[in-house]
């Protein structure tokens, strides 16, 4: 019976599109699904349009309620409404006319099949999101934040290292409650990044007395940066509206921007656009999986592919999940009862894609954790029965495959490495030296911050290669080295593994706007040129 109503959902879905395509008349092919480039928040907007280019996949299945079956009775297939006509109902910002507004808008009437990619992404995300803003009683405009902020792409990471659907700088993260980690970033988890932003959002929205627009401002300059042009507009006894402060040309591009496609949304014929309707239905579900799994194995059950299953659990650095959690992913509701019912019947070693591995004479956990590069911690939860010196013959359970990034670049900075200790050194010195807080180190090693250390004993470290902290200021050292490009490297992939932009390496290099590369070049790199900005 499974089997058939999944076979009557996919029959009534593929209808569906069928309809949508017939009716659109914005190209709804071009629909990207993840592009890998970065998203550059540039109110320029030429380099937005490159960035975003990426090899065209088909538009997403478009899930349907069934109602339950009955043996005396066909099966009858309820169509959903549209998403789009809830985030209407709510607008809630103020009116108002202004040249940026239109400028704005003429630059999303101008490409259209900006626009398709855009909304055809959220097809995964905005019924989640909407709920959420409803939840709040929030402004509908709110919803369409991610326009702005990413396009509705959960893995873009812009030049100030912001990351997510929500753009969240490393700092504000953690202050909302984002970890960030060797296995996952929760900037990019699509129910822990929603959940932190609107937190955000009504946190400014009190701070700036009920406005929404400075609200918003302060969410992409921060609150202490608008605060301060409020301040200069009142010295000089000028009006403190957003549109009256002196602001970053991105600031003040921001809030006309989301202005600008709210009033797309709310009336696309109107400007010469078609929005194909999205379901007004949940896209996933929330699935527990009570431990850490190996997100290979899962997208098998699913029976979906790897890149559709990262692109609802995007927060993973690892194809293995976080030991420490959240246990649970995000499944798409057309397959979630099937997977579900796989899942229960797997063991969690076996949900975690665990092997054995025989420990040969003189191996320790820390080289194990080594062989198999991934933290110590990691090993002894999972043979928490082991004794900590371990015995040749013994047998560990270890991860069966490799436990590598999913995308190149992905918790790059977080790739583990190990410090032997030496006389003398503590947490607080062995955490400058790497660049890291003593936090961050006692976490990655399982151990207290007000841990002793022993000479000999091996710490588990995270950083790219040469990253560094000037532990005279506590700065982070911006120093050059050169890379050798391998082949198949690109200059965004180059960029975003070094937390550069593609316009620094040009300019580092004499490049000129010229992106091509070849196997063996060297490049220059400064690492450390960039610096946290932002809320």
Same mark, same amino acid.
């Given at each position: 019976?499974?089997?058939?109503?999944?076979?009557?959902?996919? &029959?009534?879905?593929?209808?569906?599109?069928?309809?949508?395509?017939?009716?659109? $008349?914005?190209?709804?092919?071009?629909?990207?699904?993840?592009? *890998?480039?970065? &998203?550059?928040?540039?109110?320029?907007?030429?380099? %937005?349009?490159?960035?975003?280019?990426?090899?065209?996949?088909? @538009?997403?299945? &478009?899930?349907?309620?069934?109602?339950?079956?009955?043996?005396?009775?066909?099966?009858?297939?309820?169509?959903?409404?549209?998403?789009?006509?809830?985030?209407?109902?709510?607008?809630? #910002?103020?009116?108002?006319?202004?040249?940026?507004?239109?400028?704005?808008?003429?630059?999303?009437?101008?490409?259209?099949? =900006?626009?398709?990619?855009?909304?055809?992404? @959220?097809?995964?995300?905005?019924?989640?999101?909407? *709920?959420?803003?409803?939840?709040?009683?929030?402004?509908?405009?709110?919803?369409?934040?991610?326009?702005?902020?990413?396009?509705?792409?959960?893995?873009?990471?812009?030049?100030?290292?912001?990351?997510?659907?929500?753009?969240?700088?490393?700092?504000?993260?953690?202050?909302?409650?984002?970890?960030? $980690?060797?296995?996952?970033?929760?900037?990019?988890?699509?129910?822990?990044?929603?959940?932190?932003?609107?937190?955000?959002?009504?946190?400014?929205?009190?701070?700036?007395?009920?406005?929404?627009?400075?609200?918003?401002?302060?969410?992409?300059? /921060?609150? /202490?940066?608008?605060?301060?042009?409020?301040?200069? $507009?009142?010295? #000089?006894?000028?009006?403190?509206?957003?549109?009256?402060?002196?602001?970053?040309?991105?600031?003040?591009? =921001?809030?006309?921007?989301?202005?600008? &496609?709210?009033?797309? %949304?709310?009336?696309?014929?109107?400007?010469?656009?078609?929005?194909?309707?999205?379901?007004?239905?949940?896209?996933?579900?929330?699935?527990?999986?009570?431990?850490?799994?190996?997100?290979?194995?899962?997208?098998?059950?699913?029976?979906?592919?790897?890149?559709?299953?990262?692109?609802?659990?995007?927060?993973?650095?690892?194809?293995?999940?976080?030991? *420490?959690?959240?246990?649970?992913?995000?499944?798409?509701?057309?397959?979630?009862?099937?997977?579900?019912?796989?899942?229960?019947?797997?063991?969690?070693?076996?949900?975690?894609?665990?092997?054995?591995?025989? %420990?040969?004479?003189?191996?320790?956990?820390?080289?194990?954790?080594?062989?198999?590069?991934?933290?110590?911690?990691?090993?002894?939860?999972?043979?928490?029965?082991?004794?900590?010196?371990?015995?040749?013959?013994?047998?560990?359970?270890?991860?069966?495959?490799?436990?590598?990034?999913?995308?190149?670049?992905?918790? @790059?900075?977080?790739?583990?490495?190990?410090?032997?200790?030496?006389?003398?050194?503590?947490?607080?010195?062995?955490?400058?030296?790497?660049?890291?807080?003593?936090?961050?180190?006692?976490?990655?090693?399982?151990?207290?911050?007000?841990?002793?250390?022993?000479?000999?004993?091996?710490?588990?470290?995270? /950083?790219?290669?040469?990253?560094?902290?000037?532990?005279?200021?506590?700065?982070?050292?911006?120093?050059?080295?050169?890379?050798?490009?391998?082949?198949?490297?690109?200059?965004?992939?180059? @960029?975003?593994?070094?937390?550069?932009?593609?316009?620094?390496?040009?300019?580092?290099?004499?490049?000129?706007?010229?992106?091509?590369?070849?196997?063996?070049?060297?490049?220059?790199?400064?690492?450390?040129?960039?610096?946290?900005?932002?809320?």
């Amino acid at each position: 019976m499974t089997g058939i109503r999944f076979l009557l959902r996919f &029959i009534a879905c593929a209808g569906w599109c069928i309809v949508m395509a017939g009716c659109a $008349n914005v190209a709804a092919t071009s629909v990207s699904s993840l592009p *890998d480039a970065e &998203i550059v928040n540039d109110p320029s907007r030429e380099e %937005v349009t490159e960035e975003l280019e990426a090899p065209t996949t088909p @538009a997403l299945p &478009i899930p349907v309620i069934t109602s339950p079956m009955h043996d005396e009775q066909p099966a009858v297939t309820i169509v959903p409404g549209d998403v789009l006509d809830r985030v209407r109902s709510r607008f809630a #910002l103020p009116e108002v006319e202004h040249r940026r507004i239109d400028s704005e808008l003429a630059w999303f009437q101008r490409n259209p099949d =900006y626009v398709a990619r855009t909304f055809g992404r @959220a097809q995964r995300y905005l019924h989640f999101i909407v *709920d959420e803003v409803e939840a709040r009683g929030m402004p509908g405009e709110l919803a369409l934040l991610p326009v702005v902020e990413s396009a509705f792409n959960p893995f873009g990471y812009s030049r100030s290292r912001a990351a997510g659907l929500w753009q969240f700088i490393a700092p504000t993260g953690e202050r909302f409650g984002l970890r960030r $980690n060797y296995w996952q970033d929760q900037r990019r988890d699509v129910v822990e990044s929603t959940r932190a932003a609107l937190s955000y959002l009504t946190e400014l929205y009190q701070r700036f007395n009920g406005d929404w627009f400075l609200a918003i401002a302060a969410y992409n300059f /921060g609150s /202490g940066n608008v605060q301060r042009a409020i301040n200069r $507009n009142l010295m #000089l006894r000028r009006p403190t509206d957003f549109f009256s402060l002196s602001l970053p040309a991105e600031t003040r591009a =921001y809030v006309p921007k989301l202005i600008a &496609i709210a009033r797309l %949304v709310r009336d696309p014929a109107a400007h010469g656009m078609f929005l194909p309707p999205i379901p007004d239905a949940p896209y996933f579900r929330v699935v527990p999986t009570d431990g850490p799994v190996d997100l290979r194995l899962m997208a098998e059950m699913a029976g979906v592919d790897s890149e559709e299953l990262l692109a609802l659990n995007p927060a993973w650095n690892r194809w293995l999940t976080d030991p *420490d959690g959240p246990h649970r992913m995000l499944i798409p509701e057309v397959v979630a009862d099937g997977f579900s019912t796989q899942l229960a019947a797997l063991g969690l070693p076996a949900r975690a894609g665990l092997g054995t591995y025989t %420990v040969t004479n003189g191996e320790s956990f820390a080289s194990v954790a080594d062989r198999y590069k991934v933290p110590q911690s990691f090993l002894e939860r999972f043979n928490a029965d082991a004794p900590s010196r371990l015995a040749a013959g013994q047998e560990l359970l270890v991860p069966a495959g490799d436990v590598s990034q999913l995308r190149a670049g992905l918790g @790059a900075d977080l790739e583990r490495r190990s410090h032997r200790v030496r006389s003398g050194e503590s947490l607080w010195s062995i955490s400058r030296r790497h660049g890291m807080s003593v936090g961050e180190l006692a976490r990655m090693n399982g151990i207290s911050t007000e841990a002793t250390l022993h000479p000999g004993q091996r710490l588990a470290i995270a /950083g790219a290669p040469g990253r560094s902290s000037d532990a005279g200021s506590g700065a982070a050292a911006s120093r050059r080295m050169h890379y050798t490009v391998q082949d198949g490297d690109t200059l965004s992939a180059i @960029a975003r593994r070094f937390e550069v932009t593609v316009q620094q390496l040009q300019g580092w290099n004499n490049m000129g706007r010229s992106t091509s590369l070849r196997a063996g070049q060297r490049l220059t790199i400064h690492l450390g040129a960039n610096a946290d900005v932002g809320g």
